[in-house]
């Protein structure tokens, strides 16, 4: 027999998930634009799986409000506690519907749900003033708002009818303690998988025009109330920066090329591990030869340190310069320009493969904002378990293998990215691999030879598909690993990778390139090379085409500028010049010249601001996806 209190809080629960649902509808009328395209069934979906949103908002807003429900105060079912329980109902959640019914309106400027830095970014101005304003200009929210609490408030009536007051058992209100302390925390992560839901989780139910009507406003509060906001930064005018580091590009095609991409990303791989960069010194043989018949980046860097920062630098042209990643960040819902999106819209299938547990570092549900339209990780894989690292995921050479059969049935033209892990820390490798690999003075060096192998077994499978000759494929690293030679372990050397692109039908495609290129680069270049007719969006530009090329980085908050010779640092609180070097004739940057070259210097802190500007200003613009 059920303790009536429990009933109550269940029906009053019940009560708030209707209103965040009536919420959802009211946002989908006020922006029917979003519904473009949609069928009903779709729609059916923003309102079941909103609720995997709504549950967790709510509850973490009532959670005083629950815990009024459960611990066994024999006062409970007296008037007078009743009226302070309604009274705090009241009170965190009067706002809460609040927020999202502003959102109704506020998403026509934004084109996302309210975050958490409305209440501290710039980009806001004065909260009170913006606020007020808002609900002036918008009166008819607050009708709305009154019409919701007063249907909350003849549902929310009738559940105080018909209390029950039930002899007090201690072992039954302990027992629905623990029971309702357990589902509350299930609910708040939103299940019971490998990480708590994130605003991105609703990717995987929904296309990314929809995202914002699968969410609710306070969900989207809560989930970046931690995150670092960005503030706007003015150091030209917006005509400038466009032209010194332009945004929004088109190539003058006609027509595009629809060749296969296959875009490789090696776990941890400095340029300083690979022969082919070092005069034969390195630990990847099959990735040498491979360069001997590719075009090959010799001055490419990092836009990141972190996987999770590299990924969307890779496949979205997204650089990292801020603290958080772009895929933890408040911003990572806005709508982007991923390389596996623009090319659907040419016909082209989007497959992202990362042998790790599902839902590490946010890979999941990033994907599918950058366009990809499968996802595989550990539990699609299906090979046995045996080929699991016992760590981070599936070993690359069968995981090599599981996406060479994914690819191989798939029909063309696709976009895959495969995102290798077995050169991750502590370095594991196949039992059957031990010894068979040139191990060195460092741990992690036999792994980068494991990983060199299983690159050849999928290259040795490729050649024998029909689609091998029609593809071009893209090889670089998600970061640097750790740093032995001096010229590594420097700022502008603990950034650098190699970039490869390697096109087995195009026999013009064989050359090194000395020029400036970073992870941003990559997309565009793909694009270019593609023959890519349409506008877009990227924070890098084509390698392919004349220019004076450039990279941005960040760490320990400071901003890199690096050109074909200099390397720009900038104070990431003051954005000031700290420090120039010229790294061609200092590769350890041991000479600071801040003071001499004043013209290049100049020059070079001109392009990382206007890089930094432009970055700053179309995130929180929300304006990349046009």
């Known amino acids: ?39 009903v069934w779709e729609i059916i979906k923003l309102f079941f799986y909103g609720i995997r949103f709504d549950i967790p908002a709510i509850l973490i807003i009532n959670a005083v409000f629950i815990l009024a429900h459960i611990i066994p105060f024999p006062a409970f079912y007296s008037s007078r506690y009743q009226f ?41 101005g004065d909260l009170k003033f913006n606020f007020t304003s808002y609900l002036k200009d918008y009166w008819y929210l607050l009708i709305l708002l009154l019409l919701f609490i007063a249907g909350i408030e003849f549902l929310y009536h009738r ?13 039954f209100h302990i027992t629905g303690f623990i029971l309702s302390a357990g589902l509350f925390i299930i609910g708040v992560r939103g299940g019971i998988q490998f990480k708590p839901i994130s605003m991105q989780t609703a990717a995987r139910y929904t296309s990314r025009s929809l995202i914002p009507a699968m969410l609710n406003t306070p969900f989207a509060i809560i989930k970046t109330r931690d995150m670092e906001s960005l503030s706007p930064v003015k150091f030209m005018s ?15 095609y006609d027509s595009i090329r629809k060749m296969n991409v296959v875009i490789i990303i090696l776990e941890s791989f400095s340029k300083e591990y690979c ?8 630990w990847t043989p099959f990735l040498d030869s491979l360069c001997s018949k590719s075009v090959v980046f010799t001055n490419a860097y990092a836009n990141s340190k972190r996987s999770i920062e590299g990924i969307p630098a890779i496949v979205a042209s997204i650089p990292n310069l801020m603290d958080e990643s772009f895929i933890s960040s408040g911003y ?81 033209p696709f976009c895959s990215v495969f995102f290798s892990l077995s050169s991750h820390h502590p370095f594991t490798i196949p039992h059957q691999y031990i010894n068979s690999f040139p191990k060195g003075s460092q741990p992690l060096f036999e792994s980068i030879g494991y990983a060199d192998h299983s690159l050849k077994t999928f290259f040795d499978l490729a050649k024998k598909s029909t689609w091998f000759n029609n593809t071009l494929f893209v090889i670089t690293a998600d970061h640097t690993g750790p740093g032995f030679k001096p010229e590594a372990t420097t700022s502008k050397g603990s950034f650098e990778i190699p970039v490869i692109f390697y096109s087995p039908s ?5 050359r090194v390139d000395t020029s400036v290129m970073q992870h941003a680069d990559i997309v565009p ?46 104070d990431g609180d003051n954005i000031s010049a700290i420090g120039f070097y010229d790294y061609r004739n200092d590769p350890l940057l041991k000479n600071n010249i801040l003071d001499k070259n004043i013209t290049e210097q100049k020059k070079l802190t001109t392009i990382t601001k206007a890089a930094l500007q432009q970055f700053r200003q179309h995130l929180l613009k929300n304006d990349l996806a046009r």
Request: proline content about 3%; aromatic content about 20%; glycine content about 10%.
């Open 159 to 171: 559940t105080l009818k018909n209390q029950v007051k039930r002899k007090f058992s201690i072992a």
């Open 332 to 412: 990572n819902t806005n709508s982007i320009n991923g390389v596996a999106g623009l090319l659907k819209n040419e016909g082209y299938s989007g497959y992202f493969f990362h042998g790790g547990n599902n839902g590490t570092m946010g890979f999941e549900n990033f994907s599918p904002l950058a366009g990809f339209s499968k996802y595989y990780g550990r539990n699609e894989y299906d090979g046995p378990a045996a080929d699991y690292d016992g760590s981070w995921g599936i070993f690359d050479e069968p995981f090599y293998k599981f996406m060479y059969r994914k690819l191989d049935a798939s029909a063309q």
């Open 506 to 510: 195009d026999v013009t495609m064989n």
């Open 84 to 124: 302070w329980v309604k009274t705090i109902f009241y009170f965190f959640n009067i706002p809460a519907l609040l927020f999202n019914l502003i959102d109704c309106v506020y998403f026509g400027f934004t084109q996302k749900r309210t975050t958490a830095d409305f209440f501290t970014s710039e980009a806001t």
């Open 275 to 282: 022969g082919f960069f070092n005069n034969g010194e390195g």
């Open 238 to 252: 917006d005509a400038d920066a466009d032209k010194i580091y332009p945004v929004f590009q088109k190539f003058p």
């Open 525 to 570: 270049s793909i694009l270019d090379y593609l023959h890519y007719t349409h506008p877009f969006s990227a924070f890098g530009h084509s390698i392919f085409r004349s220019g004076n090329h450039f990279a941005i980085n960040y760490i320990n908050s400071i901003y890199q500028g690096i050109d074909d010779r200099y390397i720009i640092m900038l």
């Open 1 to 39: 027999m059920t303790d009536s209190r429990f009933a109550v809080l269940f029906k009053r629960f019940g009560i708030l998930l209707l209103a965040y649902a009536c919420c959802r509808g009211c946002f989908i009328a006020f922006n029917p634009v979003i519904l473009t395209g949609a069928t």
